[in-house]
């Protein structure tokens, strides 16, 4: 499988899908022109990837800031780890950000995804 591996900028995240050493995350300000165009990638790979996973898979969410039309598309990339088994989510938000803790919690109980909630 192909590795995606996308530079963060100032309105758009970086993103690592790494099969073979493990990394899948997704960190920094998402706030893409087009959050549909620019996520289709990402739901694509995890499509290839749900069809043969890791025995385990993290996913890492490390997230600054997100805009409305992208957390449409983030619980598109969480519904899409609920069907892969062995799957947890790592739920990163700094330690004053109740905003993002918040914003992990109602994704944590929209899908049946174990989350893990760590402040950096």
Known sequence: MEVINLDGTEDTPKI??????????????????????????????????????????????????????????????????EDIDNTSISWYYHEDDEDMEEAGTEFSELVEVPFEFKTY
């Open 16 to 81: 690592i899908l790494d099969r073979n050493n493990g990394i899948f995350e997704i960190s920094g300000r998402s706030l893409p022109e087009d959050s549909a165009e620019f996520y289709q990638p990402v739901l694509d790979w995890l499509d290839e990837y749900g069809k043969n996973p890791n025995p385990e898979t993290n996913f890492i969410f490390k997230l600054e800031y997100f805009n409305t039309a992208s957390s449409k598309l983030i619980l598109d990339i969480l519904s899409k780890l």
